[in-house]
């Protein structure tokens, strides 16, 4: 999934098919979902903590069924196999590397929501935070800034905190891939599959 560099704007255009332009400053990604369409996250998502947790559970039900999704891709390639439409290899072996594609795109596209949401909360922190400190001989006025930052700072924690989440998901995952993929490595060629497959054993950021 090509990836710009952040625009001048500090959005982070993800180019995935034709569509039409998001709205400013928002995030493009790939929908969890067979059906090609793009899910768009603006700042309004970011600081909308049940949307932003909704969207994120959606894209973790990959992660959540993978032992179903295992069986199912086995089965798929059983029946290539059958028919003489497989490429070459083995049935097990194709079925673990489709499924492992599969869980690294979805987990690039979480990554790209969760940290485009803690850049968000982070810059609107900051602006807060400013706000605060040009409050000058008027406490009523203070003291709503205070309060403003207080509730900013208690959804930057709970924005943050799905990076921690992130690294338990993707460890657990891999555990449960590999109880079925006993023997798959990635590529050594493929050096961001590689990347994802170490994060994911040491709970790390790729």
Request: proline share 6%; charged share 30%; glycine share 4%.
């Amino acid at each position: 999934m090509p990836i710009d560099k952040f625009g001048d704007d500090g959005t982070v255009p993800v180019q995935m098919m034709p569509s039409p332009p998001p709205q400013l400053g928002s995030l493009a990604v790939q929908a969890p979902s067979l059906a090609p369409q793009l899910v768009y996250v603006s700042p309004s998502t970011c600081h909308n903590l049940s949307l932003f947790k909704d969207l994120l559970r959606e894209y973790r039900r990959l992660d959540d069924t993978i032992t179903m999704r295992l069986n199912r891709s086995n089965a798929q390639f059983r029946d290539r196999d059958r028919v003489g439409s497989n490429k070459k290899g083995n049935v097990q072996d194709l079925a673990c590397e489709y499924v492992w594609k599969e869980l690294v795109e979805n987990w690039k596209r979480r990554t790209e929501i969760v940290d485009y949401c803690v850049n968000v909360v982070d810059q609107s922190m900051n602006e807060k935070r400013r706000v605060l400190e040009g409050q000058h001989g008027d406490a009523r006025a203070q003291r709503k800034a205070q309060a403003d930052l207080f509730a900013e700072e208690v959804k930057r924690n709970q924005v943050h905190n799905e990076l921690s989440v992130e690294r338990i998901i993707r460890k657990r995952s891999l555990d449960a891939f590999q109880s079925r993929c006993r023997y798959f490595t990635p590529p050594m060629n493929d050096v961001e599959a590689r990347n994802w497959w170490n994060a994911a054993q040491s709970q790390e950021a790729p």
